[in-house]
Each structure stands twice: as structure tokens, then as C-alpha cells.
């Protein structure tokens, strides 16, 4: 009886342990982006009022990224953000998580990690304010319209497409669309 709660504990322990690393490793990208962004957006902004990255800055994002990726760090959040805003609009429709990593690819910022594309969804899922996941089609820009594939972001089924209770169901609904 005693070894088993004594082994239940030491269960329990490691979660925890893993869950602090997690979030301190989230933390951390958090600070980063928020490092970057400070730079390019005033401090009193807010996503809604915060102005368009400019094509200057966004091709500096872009070549810090490359250099960074070359010397084996991760790429981070607003590094990825503006390299997948490029995808997006480059190609003018949504694009899919494996679509945003093959233009990744072959733009020469390749999305490092074991498992590129659970990366990339995850910083898709954490980038939701901006891009929206259109079933069928692919990621697309919250805000802007796609008439090509019906999307209008004040309309009500938009509304209800855009909010995922948890990141499993975000990842679900990730993987009907791919």
C-alpha cells in the first residue's frame, strides 16, 4: 500500500516536473517574441490597433530568422508569424500547415525541430488572433475576407471557427483540414 502511493507520487512529481519545463520553455519564446515585437510595435499597442508589419521590417525578420535557423536556434514566434503572413499572402489563399512548411522550405527558413509540423501548429494555435483555420481550405488571415473560399470574418460561423476550447481540439480539427 505505502509503495504505491509512494510510486504514485513519484508519478505525479515527474508531471509536474515536465509541466514547469513546458511552460518555462513557453515563457521563454513569450519573452523572446515579446523582445522582438517591442521593437517594431509601441508598447500602448494592442493586436487590434497595432499597425501592419512593413515590408522592410518583415524582410529583416525574415534574414535574422534564416541566420538564426542556420546557426541551430529555434525560430521563434514572431519570426514565424511574419514568415507564415508572407506564405499567406504570397500565395494569395490559404495555405495549409504542410503548405506554410513547404513555402518555409523553400523560402530557406526551414521550421527546425524533431516534428516540424507539430511545431508549426503549435505556433499556429498560439498565433489564433491573427490567423484563423478554414476548414478545407487552410490558415487565412482572422480579419481579412476570403471570398474564394466563403470566409467572412463577421459572420457568425466565422466567430464560432475561430475559437478552439483547448489546443486537442485545435490539433483535431488541424488534422481534418490537412
Not at 85 to 114: D, F, H, K, S, V
Request: proline share 6%; hydrophobic share 40%; net charge negative.
Amino acid at each position: 500500500m505505502i509503495t504505491n502511493a509512494i510510486a504514485m507520487a513519484n508519478s505525479r512529481l515527474a508531471e509536474i516536473k515536465t509541466q514547469i519545463a513546458d511552460l518555462q520553455t513557453e515563457a521563454s519564446e513569450i519573452e523572446n517574441a515579446l523582445a522582438v515585437m517591442s521593437r517594431f510595435v509601441p508598447v500602448w499597442a494592442t493586436p487590434e490597433t497595432a499597425p501592419p508589419i512593413r515590408d522592410d521590417v518583415a524582410r529583416g525578420i525574415e534574414t535574422q530568422a534564416k541566420h538564426a535557423i542556420s546557426l541551430g536556434f529555434q525560430m521563434g514566434q514572431a519570426e514565424f508569424e511574419v514568415l507564415a503572413t508572407r506564405a499567406i499572402n504570397e500565395a494569395g489563399r490559404p495555405l495549409t500547415r504542410t503548405q506554410i512548411l513547404a513555402w518555409l522550405e523553400n523560402n530557406g527558413t526551414p521550421m527546425p525541430g524533431t516534428d516540424a509540423s507539430k511545431n508549426a501548429g503549435t505556433k499556429l494555435w498560439r498565433a489564433r488572433e491573427r490567423f484563423v483555420n478554414i476548414r478545407g481550405a487552410g490558415y487565412w488571415f482572422k480579419d481579412r475576407p476570403c471570398p474564394a473560399v466563403g470566409y467572412d470574418p463577421r459572420s457568425v460561423a466565422a466567430a464560432l471557427q475561430q475559437h478552439f476550447a483547448t489546443q486537442e481540439d485545435f490539433e483535431k480539427e488541424e488534422e481534418a483540414t490537412a
